[in-house]
Nanobody, 127 residues
Framework: QLHLVESGGGLVQPGGSLRLSCAASGFSLDSYVVGWFRQVPGKEREGVAC????????LYGDSVKDRFTISRDNAKNTVTLQMNSLKPDDTAIYYC????????????????????WGQGTQVTVSS
């Protein structure tokens, strides 16, 4: 069984920070691009950030650039999303996803390319 499990969501005030983690079980992430996506009910899913399988390249959505940082630890089979300067517009369910790749530097923020998805974690930014 291949699973991705997100953790770290919660309620935070505007301007605050949260750290999301994505842990894989049943497979090794070191041959996968890993991305974070978010979705608000009634709206389209949005690509937030992704990291190449070797960790050497990252890609961010325009709305989170310079505020969010994605990183990975292949030894621990985890990917982390550090979110700073949070805004109410960042409120959403955040999902991590993994896409197999032969290119260690490939990045992709298009959701349909990802095969494995976690169940999501709620992030609420509100005063």
């Amino acid at each position: 069984q291949l699973h991705l499990v997100e953790s770290g969501g919660g309620l935070v005030q505007p301007g605050g920070s949260l750290r999301l983690s994505c842990a894989a079980s049943g497979f090794s992430l070191d041959s996968y691009v890993v991305g974070w996506f978010r979705q608000v009910p009634g709206k389209e899913r949005e690509g937030v950030a992704c990291v190449s399988s070797n960790g050497g390249r990252t890609l961010y959505g325009d709305s989170v650039k310079d505020r969010f940082t994605i990183s990975r630890d292949n030894a621990k089979n985890t990917v982390t999303l550090q979110m700073n300067s949070l805004k109410p517009d960042d409120t959403a369910i955040y999902y991590c996803a993994a896409q197999a790749t032969l290119d260690p530097r490939a990045v992709n923020l298009q959701g349909p390319g990802y095969r494995y998805w976690g169940q999501g974690t709620q992030v609420t930014v509100s005063s």
